[in-house]
């Protein structure tokens, strides 16, 4: 109910539920979230990029996981190095880098025994279907448009970290 200018009243029906078997509730959650806590794997994702607004919208989508460790590089070279010393999970890379574009940047790391089974997906301006398809058939995991879409982007990263866990790493 709703009254202009003195409020509205909600309200919501709830199913009712089983009391819980112990009377220690508190530590019945605990026990569930040290379960779910060790479950979760912890993650690695580099972002190559060297448009500070699109680094910094990137960085606020990666922070809304926990489990992921965000490290950055502002060009390619640096990306590739990065790549290479911390090995991680997945790789963000934008195309149109000014030193190494990121075609160059990704065949450098599939050429590399180190660094060639990192999902890469691409992020960038270059949206035109053929720029898409170029992509996917150079590699890339997925190919992400800018701007870019939250979910889609989440959405890619979920993807490619399953694949990650289950393809094998290989250490220097």
């Not at 202009?4 to 709830?14: I, M, P, R, T, Y």
């Not at 190494?100 to 590399?112: A, D, K, P, T, Y």
């Not at 060639?116 to 996917?136: C, E, F, T």
Request: proline content about 6%; some cysteine; hydrophobic content about 45%.
């Amino acid at each position: 109910d709703s009254s202009v200018g003195k409020g509205s009243v909600f309200w919501f029906e709830l199913n009712s539920a089983a009391a819980p078997l112990s009377g220690n509730i508190e530590n019945e959650m605990a026990l569930t979230e040290a379960i779910v806590s060790c479950d979760k794997q912890k993650h690695t994702v580099l972002y190559v990029e060297d448009d500070p607004a699109n680094m910094q919208l990137v960085v606020q989508i990666i922070a809304l996981d926990p489990d992921i460790t965000l490290l950055t590089a502002e060009n390619g070279k640096m990306g590739i190095d990065i790549a290479r010393s911390s090995l991680p999970d997945l790789i963000l890379l934008d195309i149109n880098l000014p030193d190494v574009n990121g075609f160059e940047v990704m065949n450098r790391l599939q050429s590399e025994p180190s660094t060639a089974n990192i999902p890469v997906i691409a992020v960038s301006a270059n949206a035109m279907p053929r720029d898409v398809k170029k992509g996917l058939e150079a590699g890339f995991f997925r190919y992400i448009t800018k701007p870019i879409k939250i979910n889609e982007l989440r959405d890619a990263v979920d993807a490619a970290l399953k694949l990650a866990a289950i393809k094998p790493k290989i250490s220097h």
